[in-house]
Each structure stands twice: as C-alpha cells, then as structure tokens.
C-alpha cells in the first residue's frame, strides 16, 4: 500500500513540473504562428459495451492552443504545404464546406510545390455550390484570371454576385483577356508555317535524291540497262518533284488568301485592343483636393475670401481605360500619369465649377460645385449618407516602427500612429492598442491578443507604419519589426502570416492599412463595385446588407515599389493624407471612399517631390474576403 502511495505521488510531482515547465515555449513567436492543427477525436460511447475514438477534428489555430488542446501539428516542414492539406483532406471529403475551401486554397498556394489552379478549381465549386461564400469569391477570382479554368468574366462576375447576396449589376474593374483572339490567329499561321517548312523539307530531300540519282546514272554509263533503269528512276523522281513544287504553290496561296483574309479582323484587335473592354470597364471617377466638397451628390457652395480672384481645383481622375480629356469649366487641363490635375478658377462673385473627365471609351463623369465671394462658411452638405445601427465593437491595433536596431531609422511612424490613435478613439469610438518599436514577437502576440478578444460581429482595423522589404526569390513583401536584420529574413514578418491570422480572426469586417514599401503584394484582385447608380433608398439598403458582410480589404501606401518617408510635415505623405480624411468625415464612410480621398492627395503630395506613389485598396490576398466593404462610422452619428 505504501508502495502505490509513493507512485501516484511521484506521477503527481512529475505532472506538477511538467504543467510548470510548459509556458515556457510560449515566449517564442512561433508559438503564436497558425498552424493546421488535427484535434484527438472525441471517445464515444455506443450502448452498454462499446467505446471508441471518433476521427480527427481539423481547425486552424496557434501552435500554443494546439499544444493545450492535445492537437498535433508539422513543426519545421516549413518548405511543403504538404502536411497542411493532410489535415484538411478528410473533413472535405466528407462534404464540410470549409474544409473544402481551405483544401482549394491550399491547392491555390501551392500545397504540392507548383499551385494546382484546376484542383483548387475543383474543391471550390464544390463549396461554392453548397452557398459558401468566401469559396464564391475564390472560384470567381479563378474564373477572372483564367487560372485553372477558362477564363470567363460573365462567369467570375456570377460567382461574385453569388457571394454578395446582390441581384443588381455589378461593374469589374478589370480588363478582359483578348489574348484567345490573338492566339487563334497565331496558331493558324503558326500551323501553316509548320507545313511549309514540312514541304520545303520535303523538297530538299527529294533534290538530294535526284542528285544521287545522277551521279548514278553517270558512273553507270558502260551498263546500258542499268543506265536506262537509273533514267526512268530520275524521270519519275522529278515527276514527284514537280509535284511537290505544284502542292507548295497551292500552299503559298492558300496562306495568302487566308492572310488577306485575316487582315481586315486583326488590325482592330492589334490596334484598338481597349474596344473589347468597354462594356466591362469603369467609367472615370473624379476625387477633389482642394476645395475638399466631401462625397456629395449635391451641389456644394464653397466660400472664398472677398478679394480672392480666383479659385484653385486640384484634384485626382482615376479611369481604368485611361484619362482622354479633363476640363474644368469648358477649358482643357493637363493630367499628369499619376492622374493629378490643378486648374486656377476666375471667380467673378458667385460662380458654378464643373470638372469633367472623359475616358478611352467615351465614359464621362462630373463634379460640380458653387463658388461665393464671403467669408462666411459654407453651408451644410445637403445630402448624407444613411446611419446604421452596426452591432459589435470597433477594435484598432496600431503598429509604428521607427529606431531599429539593425536597419535606417524612420521619421514618422510612431507620430503617424500616436495621431490616428487620437482620431480612431476621439472621433470613431475605437478601443485603441498602439505598439511602439514592435519586435516580431510582440507584433505576433498582439495579433493573437485581438484573435482571441474579437467576435464575429465586430469590426477591426490593423495599421502598420515601418519599413518593408520584398524577398525577391518568391516575390512575397514583408513587415519588418524593430529587431529584424538586413539579408536575415529570421525576424521578418511575411504577408503570409498576417493574411493566416486574419483568415482566422471572427470580425465582421477587417480593414488592414500599412504604410510601407513593397506593400502592394497583399492585394489579390480589383474590388467590385457594388453601388454604381443606386438610389438613395437602394443606397440605404445596399449599405445595411454590406454590414452584415464579411470583408477583409486592405489599404496600402503604394505598390511593389518604395514609398516616402516625409512629406507631410510631422508624418508621412500617406500618413498626413489618411489623417485628414479621418478628421475631415463626419458621416457614414465606405472604405472605397477612404481610398479615394487619400489617394488624390498622396498622389498629388508625392508629384510636388518629383516622385510617382499611387495608394491600393482591394480585398486582401487569401484572407476569406466574402463581398462588400468596412463602413466607418463617427460615434457622433451612431
């Protein structure tokens, strides 16, 4: 008895230490990464006499929580997402939605070394047709691209209006793929030009035949009938000869014909290749500068002083088929390849500004504002949006990096982030987490701290300022925190692993913002446009179906290229831009919106430095974008 005392006590003090001993893994960033984790599966009971270990369960979570739950995991075969699909193979093949999603993109990315576009294909119409509708999107976005599929955009456009829940139109704002045009064309002649060089091969063997025959027939001169066999020979060999020649005549004419015939249809193609998008295409967008008349439909009255002559309009044209012509009040101005313009208006006492822009395709649109000489200000909006009653919590997380330890010093993030700090948790009602000069483990634990605190009705917002780099052997940016090391991609953080723990996050709504060089690579596609010609009352409806939407965007500085560090005086070019838009709102806000304010002024800010920098706004690259977009909303207005 005192011997199976003395066991269970000793089994006691060895679980005591080990329970003891396990946090301390938990102080190392990998433990926070997420990972494919297969749970141990229930132990059932059947009747009175059977027990027995149901299959595994898949989910994704941090290595730490699956350490806690029993689950296992693959710990170092970073190189493969072999072990991943091994995970989540059964559960989608046993028809769960999700599971097959994750399947599909995991094929998407790669999971055998090379993407596999027809089997992600595969696993994603399989969920998409059960009504799942982040796999909508991705077999829309597949169906856009032309990967693993024909490329179809009546058929993406389908998907994508299938996931948003939407009977209305929507535009796309991509171009078509005209290449089957093309290719068919250059298969024809790539065809033709095969058999003429089979003839022509042809041709110079039977030359050599015919030659050898000669030499023949005169080494043969004393054997008359040999000589006479050799003459025939010869004789029929030129016959097939010039039979030969005769079918490579026809040949040549048949490929003229058909090049004459061909002209007239691929001239168009080759010259005008913008005419086959014009019904897929948007139509130009103008975003004002100066004066800033907000997202109105009315007609704004804008104030200048009494001894103002004139007015300045800067503004911004965005037109995917390209700026034709840009006028304000009939009279032509110069657009710059950043899309910036900047007229100097005569204002003789109360006047009218129209600004026009007119797209490749004959698109057109205009703003339109009033001009009057006082000094007082100028009226109200006359329209504002509609308010929503939106549930949930508004959660920020910002990040700013500026003294690392290995690379240049920065000028303004923790400026950038201390002001939009002020402005999310003054004006918007946001509970605010800033992080100064993050390591890459802070950075990872506070992205777990706020997976583990939101729920799937609220709403987030993750903003990093620091510097960026792009590995160039697999074309992937990343976030560098304050103790990463140049060439030493160790403590790098990849767009990667922000887009895993986004995925996984439950917020409603995510908008990500960074600040940073090489930030474009976290866009996967346009964003659609889901409101073009609504009326208010659509508007409105239009707006509390978004809400309830799942959405995961991002707003980035620029694209796979640097981007300024100063500019706007105490923060950064983009940084300053973001702010004033913020401060400058005081109704309900779509993040399309944001995008357009802020990119007029960094586009025209970065013009005055000589410098091009257009900011990106579309869903995030394989972080479950469903449809719709983040609504901001002053705390003001709620």
Known sequence: MTSVRLLVLCLLVSLGSAVHAAPAADGDAESLRIVDCALPGQIRQLGRATTYVAPRRPMRTTARDCRIRGGEYVVRDRATLKSSLAVWLEAARAGDPDAQTIVGELFERGAGGAPDFAAAALWYRRAAESGHARAQVNLGHLYEQGHGVPADPAEALAWYRRAAGLPAAIELDTAPDVAPVEAAREQTERRLRDRIAELESRIGELR????????????????????????????????????????????????????????PAAAPVAAEPAALSAGLLAGPEIALIEPDIGATRGLVK?????????????????????????SVNGQAVAVNPAGVFLADVSVAGASDVTVTAIDRQGKRADVSFAVARSAAPAPARPERAPRLELPGTDYALLIGNDDYRHLPALETPIADVDRIEAVLSGRYGFRVRTLRNATRYDTLSALNDLRERVTSEDRVIVYYAGHGELDQTNMRGHWLPVDAEPDNTANWLSNVDVTDILNVIRARQILLVVDSCYSGTLTRSSLTRLEVGLTPEERATWLELMARKRARVVLTSGGLAPVLDFGGGDHSVFARSFIEALEGNDELLLGRSLYQAVAARVAHAAAGYDFEQIPQYAPIAGAGHESGDFILQPAAVR
């Open 208 to 263: 050599r035949d015919a030659e050898r025959d000669r030499r023949a027939l005169a080494t043969a001169a004393a054997a008359d009938a040999e000589a006479a066999g050799l003459r025939q020979r010869l004789e029929d060999t030129q016959a097939a000869l010039a039979a030969r020649e005769a079918e490579l005549a026809s040949q040549t004419e048949r490929i003229q014909a058909l090049s004459a015939r061909s002209a």
């Open 302 to 326: 804008v104030s200048v002083p009494a001894t103002g002559p004139s007015q300045r309009v800067i503004g911004r044209i965005t037109a995917p088929a390209g700026v034709l012509s840009a």
